[in-house]
């Protein structure tokens, strides 16, 4: 069997909770087409945004790798706490040292009253409106940058002298800390390495332990990845979704390994990102209210929850402000409820794949089965 077929077998296996040695008879023309799913092979023709990014495609795979896993006449192993799927809650932290009296002036004198009174009330109590801690709900993992060297990074010199604080602050809370690749972070060789050596010297304490990556504008080279996490000393990424449009890109709802084309092998994890709040959002892209966006989001999140999948979504800490999020907010919150009513999970990434690979028997298990 060739080394791509391999990779494909394991991710079918992994779908299934059964060990890597286990006999399962697969289809190569399953086996081809798992691969071609997982490696994006389609995308190398695909249509490029302004960003680069790879556009959906017209016909969308949707859970094409379950699907393949469930035909294959094998009982899926459930999760050890019995819980029906798992959904990692993220945020990127793209802006940080926002807000000040001084821009709250700036808005009220552009009419805009109710970002003016969220701007006074957050100097009041001395909080920052782009990273409101308080309100981003149940454990989750906080990707932030480390390099700012690209327009579209944001503003650095507001967010370099607040990131130490934010680092100390967020994981006193108890969130996971990642890296959130900068924008150029793609078109450089060795920045995902070196920007995580960078974010770590951010903290005081110089402790911070880092596990996960996000690319910025979820701009990632895909086929990179596996080299970068591992040249990073990085467990995963969460990168490879749609900016425009939610679903699974990959095919699959489940966490799976990235292909290493030069070392033909697989590295590390990809858990998928399967929803962001600014693709229901903002207007270049779904342009959704709060209340029409729930359908929209668990629409997304429903072929997870049949197939007993652990994906990722997105929320921008600004997305969880109680005044300036135009009510998404409250859908954060709805779906959590949602969540756990279908009988789902939430927690960090880590968490998520920690919990994804405790469904794999041992190989003490294992043998004792046979």
């Given amino acids: 069997m060739t080394p791509e077929r391999r990779y494909a077998l394991d991710a079918l296996l992994d779908a299934l909770g059964l060990p890597f040695d286990a006999e399962v008879r697969v289809r190569e023309a399953e086996l081809d087409e798992v691969f071609s799913l997982l490696t994006l092979a389609a995308e190398r023709e695909a249509e490029l945004d302004e960003h680069g990014r790879p556009l959906p495609p017209a016909d969308l795979a949707g859970p094409r790798v379950a699907e393949i896993a469930a035909g294959l006449g094998h009982e899926r192993r ?61 454990p989750s993992t906080c990707f932030f940058l480390a390099r700012q060297d690209d327009p579209r990074d944001g503003y650095p010199e507001r967010y370099r002298p607040a990131l130490p ?20 972070a793609r078109d450089e060789p060795r920045s995902i ?122 929320w921008h800490p600004p997305s969880h402000h109680r005044l300036l999020s135009r009510g998404y907010d409250r859908l954060y919150r709805r779906l959590l409820a949602w969540i756990e009513e279908q009988g789902g999970r939430t927690g960090t990434a880590t968490e998520t794949l920690d919990r994804w690979e405790a469904r794999r028997p041992s190989r003490i298990e294992a043998g004792r089965a046979r």
């Fill in 165 to 184: 604080a934010a680092l100390e602050r967020a994981r006193a809370d108890g969130r996971e800390l990642g890296l959130h690749a900068s924008y150029r």
């Fill in 193 to 314: 390495s070196a920007q995580a050596s960078e974010l770590r010297a951010a903290l005081p304490s110089n402790s911070l332990l880092l596990s996960g990556l996000r690319h910025h504008y979820l701009r990632s080279a895909p086929e990179r990845l596996a080299a970068e996490l591992r040249a990073a000393g990085l467990r995963y990424d969460s990168s490879i979704g749609w900016p425009s449009l939610p679903g699974l890109r990959a095919g699959t709802p489940y966490p799976y390994r990235l292909w290493d084309p030069e070392r033909r092998e697989p590295g590390a994890w990809e858990v998928p990102l399967v929803l962001m709040d600014a693709t229901l959002a903002e207007k270049r892209y779904l342009g959704l209210g709060a209340d029409e966006a729930f359908a929209v989001a668990t629409e997304a999140l429903a072929p997870v929850a049949a197939h007993g999948g652990a994906v990722a979504i997105l």
């Fill in 78 to 138: 459930p999760y050890p706490g019995g819980e029906r799927f798992l959904v990692a809650l993220t945020h990127d932290v793209d802006l940080l040292g926002a807000g000040g009296l001084m821009t709250a002036a700036r808005r009220f004198a552009r009419g805009r009253l109710r970002e003016g009174t969220a701007f006074v009330l957050d100097a009041l109590a001395r909080h920052d409106p782009a990273f409101p801690l308080s309100r981003l709900g149940p």
